[in-house]
């Protein structure tokens, strides 16, 4: 099969990390595509790393679904739509509308999450829709809203090459957002008194530009944060004014610090005093501080904690909404951040609306529905468990496997094979999601797909198609809101293009908003959609083009928030136990599911493995690249030992990204506990524990 292509180049948008660079993409006459950086998207400025260069080579149609299946079969669309449309009509007669769910995906783009969580939250009428963003930044937006009143993110990109200390905080860059990695590289060359510190319990690549790693005990980030706040007290590098008129809670947070000593700290993380001091003496100096954070803070049990410990450290000094300085969560996909824009959490109604009596008001006038939901509903973990006990009757699950990447993973393979009616739309005929699933939805895939992403500065950037859709795959937009229409809805789906959706998406965020909530994309609505260049949010009020700058926050009382934070005992493995890390390496994406097409980006690591330290694999006789067995009482894996003094002793760390597509005994989420953030119920997929032992050949 050949594909379709244009004959010229277009901009569009890498469909991998949250830093969300400008791709320009050019067709040629041999079916290939040339991929380039485009050197005016302000994201990357002509940069692309590893992954979003070898995009070219993960075009081919090998593993696409490419048409519609029931049961196996393949059936037409108007089959599969009906059968969908009417089992779901079906369960929400018999057992009520949350009996039924969505499960999404920061792969979707904004227009796809928008009608999907409009169909589901809006006239099916339960919040039953959630995301695989849930396992991403979920307690940033927890901490986010605690402090700020709002899901904003206060940082842009250009704030790293301003600063002049970085704080990484579980975040190593170096891998999961490489070109935000090499604008600071370049920064530091231009600017050697830059400092750069990484704290993580790895020595990652992120470490060879730090002049200062901390190696701390996995979950010690809240009790550091939360000795620096006691530390930049007592130091009295504090800005009163900013306190005063533009904050609430200081003394609060103030006295459940008091007694973090850097000697107490350093026995919560297991890193030398003389190095917290030194941290600490580098913040306390250094105005311009910008700490950047993402998964090894998002996804512990104590998330949400972590993310307000390190943003009271900035209300205190001041610094946030100025250039330069600033807390900064990094999301992990491509439009994670669309994803919140649009309600694509179970918790969030839609415009960064919660499910507050006044929003569901609103959102429904304008959707015109008297069937909206009225509270928030079930969360990743929760839902899968939901379906686990029979609760729910019906699921779709849209561009995403989490057969693979939820915890405990083999509890949510049991689940979606016991449940009544699955269903997944995706571009990959070979998730091991797919293959639970009744009905199966070809979806158009990166190079097809038209709309727009928003990357981790609030920037909007679109993903323009250069090829013609396979086969029979369609939009997810399209998919949906065929569904919508099936199930009695169709005067509300009537969209021509995601142009229309995106102008309806725009409205909602402006409509009766007095300023008070900070999403307001109404400017866009005239906006040329087909042209629409980089843009980043707030775009309407020239006062407010950086978020927080006039000191006024989304609150009530436009105060932003201290909250008070207890670090948690440090976690403590049963013995013989090793606490087990989880995450990504450089090149491979998620499942594999596009990456794993191309040997180039498999040359990097070719198969599942486990960090170990040296001490730790002499004594279990664990020899370099021999096979080790992982398990708990969740499942059990083999996976080839990487021996190495960059893991500290008593930790392991696996990537996620083999399944049993690729790698049999591979699935590393089947370890990871369920435990979630009591806030953002973020599963600490970061913090399982597990034995480790040799598998000797027989
Ligand atoms: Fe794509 Fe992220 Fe790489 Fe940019 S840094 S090319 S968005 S994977």
Redesign the pocket.
Known sequence: MTLSVASTTTRT?????????G?LATPQADGSVAIA?DPDHP??FG???????ALGETLSLDGRLLYPESDGARVTWDEALERVASTFKRAITEFGPNSVAFYGSGQLLTEDYYVANKLMKGFIGSGNMDTNSRLCMASSVAGHKRAFGSDTVPGNYEDLELADLIVLVGSNLGWC????YQRIVKAKAERPDMRIVLIDPRRTVSADIADLHLPLQSDGDAALFVGLLAHLANAGVTAPGFIADHTSGVDAALLVAEDWTVARVATATGVPEHAIALFYDWFARTEKTVTVYSQGVNQSAAGTDKVNAIVNCHLLTGRIGRPGMGPFSVTGQ?NAMGGREVGGLANTLAAHMDFSPDAIDRVGRFWRSDSIATEPGLKAVDLFAAMGRGEIKAIWIMATNPVDSMPEADMVKAALAACPFVVVSDMSARTDTGVTAHVRLPAAGWGEKDGTVT?SERRISRQRPFLALPGEARPDWWIVSEVARRMGFGDAFGYASPADIFAEHSALTGFENDGSRDLDLSGLIEADYASLAPTQWPVRRASRARMFGDGRFFTPDRKARFVPVLPPPPFAPAPGRFIFNTGRVRDH?HTMTRTGKTPRLSAHYAEPFVEIHPADADRLNIARASLVRLSNRHGSVVVRALVTDRQRRGHLFSPMHWTDQFASNGRIDALVTAKVDPFSSQPALKMAEVEAEPVNAA
């Open positions: 948008t890498c469909p991998y990390c949250g830093v969300g660079c791709v950086g994201a990357n940069r692309l790393c590893s992954k979003g260069s957002h490489p070109v935000l491509p990357n994406w």
